[in-house]
């Protein structure tokens, strides 16, 4: 097992089975009852801002759309004559995490106390928890978002997209970050 299987595996045996039946498990169903298999879930957190406490409680996003890319750190260098070019590999860069999201409403109501909570959030100084099992299988646990957007839709009254990027950080080499 890898570190990309291994939630795999536990997903399969929670599912009650121990090998891939051709579709993922379902985690869940959502508000709009559709079959969720992978979500963001971030615990509720706390961050200071000129010195006020700001607060946001857990946030749980059942349509959550990522692509992560990762860069490896290589020094190429050529050499006169040679056919190829010579490769260092000198380490790698933090993942960089693209997220979209929808934010539902009720009733053709805009989810309004949902995106004041989630603004909150995206504003936060601090790393964030990610519980994500796509994110998760490749070792993704504590990001911070770098940036975001919220753009107006025509036509729509009920619900808000939003993306945001955040970069992923080692909890272990950067323990003041989680520990205030």
Known sequence: ???????????????????????????????LGTPVYSDLNIPAGSYSVNGATISYNAINLPDALFTVRKRKRVIVTSINGATSDVLEYTGSESAQISCTVKIYGSNLNYPLNDMDNFYLMLETNQPIQINSWFLNQVEIYYAVITDYELPQQTGNISDQQVKFNMRHIDPTQYPTLLNG
């Open 1 to 31: 097992m890898t570190a990309f299987t291994d939630p795999i595996s536990i997903a399969l045996s929670a599912a009650g089975t121990s090998t891939y039946q051709g579709a993922m498990p379902t985690l869940y169903n959502s508000p």
